[in-house]
């Protein structure tokens, strides 16, 4: 029962996404009319007709009292609902399975946001461009749109249910130094410099390239004077990488809970007898019996599927469990990892316009043109390459122009009246000399004259316009500003015609990738489940059920690989247990999201059988722990803490480095699941010695 609506003050629906469950309950609610032969309104105008009092209400409120509400549950706690503006757009996340909470539908609406800038850029500073953008006249392109992003929050869903990756928005790096170095060294020579060779016939220049295995970045190479790629904008390539080509685990995952039902003997769990029955999920408490929980580390805990008859000419090994359960034949299992990396490789995707943050000329800039390469090299293992093009410095000349309408306007709002005073301040005067440069070089006639209305109203000495008059001028000089950059990027977009590199230079990319880890495929597929294991921390951490250590700084975490499916293994074995631990470890991550949120750094506090902890703390490039700080408490229904949604610790880590700009700060946060009979004092001593060996370990830096 889930929803998420982006629509106009006028209820004008711009974008939506459903779950089965709640188009099923619009159908019920739509269907139950007089006339059964009347045909049923389309799911967007039942979503419409069904929140336009919410929409109108809202937009009323803030209209008439400048203040309008952000959250709400309705009768009996059945649905729960946020709403959050982002200019003149509403975003709605509804939801009814009690599954979300406040703050993840917030953190929903805010990463739809996000994904909006990175696929239109700063043509989403313009209401009314955006919805041009998201709501197309032409039925069938407006429902690619809306098909593009309901994949890529479907896709955000389950990475953030299922990645630890996802659930504390950190890249997870696949660990293995010579491998990297491999990867590093073919990416530069092979990849980025056959590119940039023939970048004058191209017209693209390669700025990153790197390369994914599942969710796990596992090289990452950046041409000479390529700017820093953001924690946040290398998660969300992550994400789109994944949206296009899901991993063949998830793929089969989906596959599974769509075609098991419990119909007779189709899915039969494969136990040993135990004295102990258990009818449900493993208890928080912890009690189960010593059979039980060797069970969920042994072969038996596996799911057999018999065949509609038995085979009277099978073959090979075949083991009979007791109790009278069906065989299982071993040499079929050994095949089934074989089958799976003989699949066709996916064939590569369109490129796509993105847009990201970068440095252009030594400037700041936010949401930069690139020009994104997905080549897949096999299921789950990915190449991604990002380009610019020469234009990127006219990019950087419309931001500039933007940015300084903005502040303009701020300064209008605030009460700032035309005349000498307002003509005498530094950001007026750049801003004049900066469009007249621009409207002298590339500025059409509608521009031109919206630019000397302002100029006429803004200095004239005589007759000056007045500050709402000058509000209005602004307004539509930054609407010129943004179609001028819809025009130059997302009209040139390679799927739209734009320049591109040769197909045949994408294909021997692809191919020399393909040669180089040809002979470390089938490891890299095994890595990625097994990239860091709890095993090696136990002799030295004893109670210590799991951690995650993310480096803030980088945007980097480190955890022990687990998976709560029946189909993929871990050092919880599979089934109950890892969901248990699972779920622990989930939680955990959302308490410490809450009380961060209050202004909390160090959190603990016992569970049933666990004691959970959570630190964040700062660090000087030596390694030294810095003094704690007051952190700034945050109101419930601001952008919630993490990096995809508003890159909280950006700015955590912008607002302490206040105190010490001399030297470079970095923020860590360590998140422990012990059991409780580990006494606190020595849980807080196996933090810090924790903290201590793998900071050691992260101070490698990216490649």
Same mark, same amino acid.
């Given at each position: 029962?889930k929803?998420?609506?982006?629509?106009?003050?006028?209820?004008?629906?711009?974008?939506?996404?459903?779950?089965?469950?709640?188009?099923?309950?619009?159908?019920?609610?739509?269907?139950?009319?007089?006339?059964?032969?009347?045909?049923?309104?389309?799911?967007?105008?039942?979503?419409?007709?069904?929140?336009?009092?919410?929409?109108?209400?809202?937009?009323?409120?803030?209209?008439?009292?400048?203040?309008?509400?952000?959250?709400?549950?309705?009768?009996?706690?059945?649905?729960?609902?946020?709403?959050?503006?982002?200019?003149?757009c509403?975003f709605?996340?509804?939801?009814?399975?009690?599954?979300?909470?406040?703050?993840?539908?917030?953190?929903?609406?805010?990463?739809?946001?996000?994904?909006?800038?990175?696929?239109?850029?700063?043509?989403?500073?313009?209401?009314?461009?955006?919805?041009?953008?998201?709501?197309?006249?032409?039925?069938?392109?407006?429902?690619?749109?809306?098909?593009?992003?309901?994949?890529?929050?479907?896709?955000?869903?389950?990475l953030?249910?299922?990645?630890?990756?996802?659930?504390?928005?950190?890249?997870?790096?696949?660990?293995?130094?010579?491998?990297?170095?491999?990867?590093?060294?073919?990416?530069?020579?092979?990849?980025?410099?056959?590119?940039?060779?023939?970048?004058?016939?191209?017209?693209?220049?390669a700025?990153?390239?790197?390369?994914?295995?599942?969710?796990?970045?596992?090289?990452?190479?950046?041409?000479?004077?390529?700017?820093?790629?953001?924690?946040?904008?290398?998660?969300?390539?992550?994400?789109?990488?994944?949206?296009?080509?899901?991993?063949?685990?998830?793929?089969?995952?989906?596959?599974?809970?769509?075609?098991?039902?419990?119909?007779?003997?189709?899915?039969?769990?494969?136990?040993?007898?135990?004295?102990?029955a258990?009818?449900?999920?493993?208890?928080?408490?912890?009690?189960?019996?010593?059979?039980?929980?060797?069970?969920?580390?042994?072969?038996?805990?596996?799911?057999?599927?018999?065949?509609?008859?038995?085979?009277?000419?099978?073959?090979?090994?075949?083991?009979?469990?007791e109790?009278?359960?069906?065989?299982?034949?071993?040499?079929q299992?050994?095949?089934?990892?074989?089958?799976?990396?003989?699949?066709?490789?996916?064939?590569?995707?369109?490129?796509?316009?993105?847009?990201?943050?970068?440095?252009?000329?030594?400037?700041?800039?936010?949401?930069?043109?690139?020009?994104?390469?997905?080549?897949?090299?096999?299921?789950?293992?990915?190449?991604?390459?990002?380009?610019?093009?020469s234009?990127?410095?006219?990019?950087?000349?419309?931001?500039?122009?933007?940015?300084?309408?903005?502040?303009?306007?701020?300064?209008?709002?605030?009460?700032?009246?035309?005349?000498?005073?307002?003509?005498?301040?530094?950001?007026?005067?750049?801003?004049?000399?900066?469009?007249?440069?621009?409207?002298?070089?590339?500025?059409?006639?509608?521009i031109?004259? %919206?630019?000397?209305?302002?100029?006429?109203?803004? /200095? &004239?000495? @005589? !007759?000056?316009? *007045? #500050?709402?008059e000058?509000?209005?001028?602004?307004?539509?000089?930054?609407?010129?500003?943004?179609?001028?950059?819809?025009?130059?990027?997302?009209?040139?977009?390679?799927?739209?015609?734009?320049?591109?590199?040769?197909?045949h230079?994408?294909?021997?990319?692809?191919?020399?990738?393909?040669?180089?880890?040809?002979?470390?495929?089938?490891?890299?597929?095994?890595?990625?489940?097994?990239?860091?294991?709890?095993?090696?921390?136990?002799?030295?951490?004893?109670?210590?059920?799991?951690?995650?250590?993310?480096?803030? %700084?980088?945007?980097q975490?480190?955890?022990?690989? /687990? &998976?709560? @499916? !029946?189909?993929? *293994? #871990?050092?919880?074995?599979?089934?109950?247990?890892?969901?248990?631990?699972?779920?622990?470890?989930?939680?955990?991550?959302?308490?410490?999201?809450?009380?961060?949120?209050?202004?909390?750094?160090?959190l603990?506090?016992?569970?049933?059988?666990?004691?959970?902890?959570?630190?964040?703390?700062?660090?000087?490039?030596?390694?030294?722990?810095?003094?704690?700080?007051?952190?700034?408490?945050?109101?419930?229904?601001?952008?919630?803490?993490?990096?995809?949604?508003?890159?909280?610790?950006?700015?955590?880590?912008?607002?302490?480095?206040?105190?010490?700009?001399?030297?470079?700060?970095?923020?860590? !946060?360590?998140?422990?699941?012990?059991?409780?009979?580990?006494?606190?004092?020595?849980?807080?001593?196996?933090?810090?010695?924790?903290?201590?060996?793998?900071?050691?370990?992260?101070?490698?830096?990216?490649?």
């Amino acid at each position: 029962m889930k929803c998420v609506l982006v629509a106009t003050e006028g209820a004008e629906v711009l974008f939506y996404w459903t779950d089965e469950e709640f188009a099923e309950s619009l159908r019920q609610k739509f269907g139950q009319t007089e006339n059964e032969e009347e045909e049923l309104p389309v799911l967007e105008d039942q979503l419409s007709t069904l929140l336009a009092p919410i929409i109108i209400s809202s937009m009323t409120m803030l209209e008439k009292l400048s203040d309008t509400y952000t959250c709400f549950s309705t009768e009996n706690d059945d649905h729960l609902y946020v709403l959050h503006l982002f200019g003149e757009c509403l975003f709605i996340a509804i939801n009814g399975d009690h599954t979300e909470d406040e703050a993840d539908l917030r953190r929903k609406l805010c990463v739809l946001k996000y994904l909006f800038e990175v696929h239109f850029g700063l043509v989403t500073v313009d209401s009314q461009l955006i919805r041009k953008e998201l709501r197309p006249p032409d039925l069938e392109q407006r429902m690619r749109v809306w098909a593009r992003f309901q994949s890529l929050l479907g896709t955000y869903s389950h990475l953030r249910e299922q990645e630890q990756s996802f659930t504390v928005e950190a890249v997870e790096r696949l660990i293995h130094p010579q491998l990297c170095e491999l990867c590093i060294e073919t990416l530069e020579r092979h990849v980025v410099q056959a590119v940039n060779s023939r970048s004058a016939q191209s017209g693209e220049e390669a700025q990153h390239a790197f390369l994914l295995v599942h969710t796990k970045l596992l090289a990452f190479y950046s041409s000479h004077g390529a700017s820093t790629l953001r924690p946040a904008d290398l998660l969300a390539l992550i994400l789109l990488v994944q949206d296009l080509y899901p991993s063949q685990s998830i793929v089969d995952e989906e596959e599974d809970n769509a075609q098991r039902r419990p119909r007779g003997s189709e899915s039969i769990p494969v136990q040993r007898p135990s004295s102990t029955a258990s009818t449900g999920p493993m208890a928080p408490t912890g009690e189960s019996s010593p059979e039980t929980d060797t069970d969920s580390f042994s072969l038996p805990e596996e799911y057999f599927t018999p065949a509609p008859s038995p085979s009277e000419q099978s073959s090979g090994s075949t083991v009979w469990l007791e109790g009278g359960t069906p065989p299982i034949d071993v040499s079929q299992i050994a095949k089934e990892p074989i089958q799976a990396l003989v699949l066709p490789s996916p064939a590569p995707s369109s490129p796509r316009r993105i847009f990201l943050d970068a440095s252009v000329k030594e400037n700041y800039c936010p949401l930069v043109p690139h020009t994104m390469y997905c080549l897949p090299l096999w299921p789950d293992i990915n190449m991604v390459l990002l380009t610019k093009s020469s234009r990127t410095a006219f990019a950087l000349v419309l931001y500039q122009l933007l940015d300084g309408f903005s502040m303009l306007e701020k300064k209008l709002k605030e009460g700032q009246e035309a005349g000498s005073a307002f003509r005498s301040q530094p950001l007026v005067g750049d801003l004049r000399q900066r469009m007249d440069k621009f409207i002298k070089s590339r500025g059409g006639q509608e521009i031109q004259s %919206t630019w000397q209305e302002f100029k006429t109203k803004a /200095f &004239s000495r @005589s !007759e000056p316009g *007045s #500050s709402w008059e000058l509000l209005q001028v602004c307004g539509k000089l930054k609407r010129q500003l943004c179609a001028i950059f819809r025009l130059s990027f997302l009209a040139t977009d390679p799927s739209r015609g734009g320049p591109q590199l040769p197909p045949h230079l994408q294909d021997q990319l692809q191919r020399i990738m393909r040669e180089k880890l040809l002979d470390w495929k089938d490891f890299l597929l095994v890595k990625s489940r097994r990239n860091v294991t709890m095993v090696s921390h136990l002799e030295d951490f004893p109670g210590l059920v799991h951690f995650i250590y993310v480096d803030r %700084t980088t945007g980097q975490m480190v955890a022990p690989s /687990f &998976s709560s @499916s !029946e189909k993929t *293994s #871990s050092e919880l074995g599979k089934g109950p247990l890892a969901a248990f631990v699972k779920d622990k470890v989930w939680a955990l991550v959302r308490m410490a999201r809450r009380y961060l949120q209050k202004g909390c750094t160090t959190l603990l506090f016992q569970d049933g059988d666990f004691r959970c902890s959570y630190f964040l703390w700062f660090e000087n490039d030596a390694g030294h722990k810095l003094q704690m700080i007051e952190v700034p408490v945050l109101s419930d229904d601001s952008v919630p803490i993490g990096v995809l949604g508003g890159d909280y610790y950006r700015k955590l880590l912008r607002y302490y480095s206040k105190s010490r700009p001399a030297e470079a700060v970095r923020c860590y !946060e360590l998140l422990a699941l012990h059991l409780s009979v580990i006494p606190t004092e020595l849980l807080v001593q196996q933090a810090g010695q924790l903290a201590r060996r793998l900071g050691e370990a992260s101070r490698v830096p990216l490649p």
